[in-house]
């Protein structure tokens, strides 16, 4: 198989980076994203419409995505929970929804108080509500490599809840290692499970390109990024300085970073679009924003060919 010479990053840090940091206003959150923007980022992840007493960092979602507007050829998603958070992000206008459903029954109970089979109804019941609106929905299927809870998922189970996603009316299925538990061998053997062989050049699923939402706690997301490119993944999920992972899983590390992932695919020939040393800039100004380092390599390295001073 030929990888992909085309790689969609769907930048996440304004919800998944921002949404276990200390909240930061509703202005500078706008700013990320139209920093982002400058830099060549054509789909974002701008907010989650959740309770913010359960994630106080996301409050104001419905004015980040009024003050980012309508900018020409973006795809702006938001995080929904419910039908109550789909109805609310429909009426501000997004592009696309993202709708999360656990593949760990534990993580289920803790993060959206619903077991699996609870939240792949209330999931439908998003996807019909999107779908009357003309608005595509990814599901993403977090601890699709595993769970600290419940240990290795096979992949064959992956699959079946893949499907049971789109037979529930989700337009595409991102697989996320939500703990960093994955390694490039489960990486192939998930996508094997839903591809069953395909050959394409990219791999899709349900009729949507398949998308891969990595985490560095193992530091192996970098690393599982580049197994998912080689086997056909054209989209993944990446937070600008590498920020990211949920409040509600313990132990779980931030995502791959966007300038990391920019850097590796820039010495591939492969496009993403994203201009890098703009990118460092935003990391730059998000590690101010936050008031402390971000994990990014790149963001603190630099490009590799930049020159060392003195």
Request: charged content about 20%; glycine content about 12%.
């Amino acid at each position: 198989m030929s990888s992909p010479r085309r790689v969609i990053l769907r930048e996440v840090g304004p919800r998944d980076g921002l949404q276990a940091e200390a909240p930061v206003a509703v202005d500078v959150r706008v700013a990320l994203v139209e920093g982002l923007l400058a830099a060549g980022v054509r789909h974002v992840e701008v907010a989650s419409f959740v309770s913010p007493k359960a994630v106080p960092a996301m409050a104001g979602a419905a004015e980040v995505v009024a003050a980012v507007g309508r900018p020409a050829g973006v795809v702006r998603t938001a995080l929904v929970p419910n039908r109550r958070g789909a109805e609310l992000a429909l009426d501000a206008g997004v592009d696309e929804l993202t709708v999360t459903v656990s593949a760990s029954e534990t993580y289920s109970q803790k993060n959206v108080h619903m077991s699996t089979e609870e939240s792949l109804a209330a999931t439908a019941s998003v996807c019909a509500l999107a779908s009357a609106s003309g608005v595509p929905v990814d599901a993403v299927l977090s601890f699709a490599f595993g769970s600290p809870y419940e240990g290795d998922l096979p992949p064959e189970e992956v699959a079946t809840f893949a499907a049971r996603l789109v037979d529930g009316g989700a337009t595409t299925i991102t697989l996320a290692d939500t703990t960093g538990m994955a390694t490039p061998r489960r990486i192939d053997e998930a996508l094997e499970a839903l591809t069953a062989g395909d050959a394409g050049d990219v791999l899709v699923f349900g009729g949507g390109p398949i998308g891969l939402h990595l985490h560095e706690t193992r530091g192996t997301g970098l690393l599982n990024l580049y197994a998912g490119f080689q086997r056909g993944v054209a989209r993944f999920d990446t937070s600008v300085g590498g920020l990211g992972g949920s409040p509600f899983a313990a132990g779980a590390g931030g995502n791959v970073a966007t300038e990391d992932a920019v850097a590796l695919l820039d010495d591939l020939g492969v496009e993403t679009g994203i201009d890098l040393d703009r990118l460092l800039i935003v990391s730059a100004d998000l590690e101010r924003a936050i008031g402390r380092p971000v994990p990014s390599r790149v963001a603190h390295a630099g490009p590799r060919t930049r020159r060392a001073e003195g």
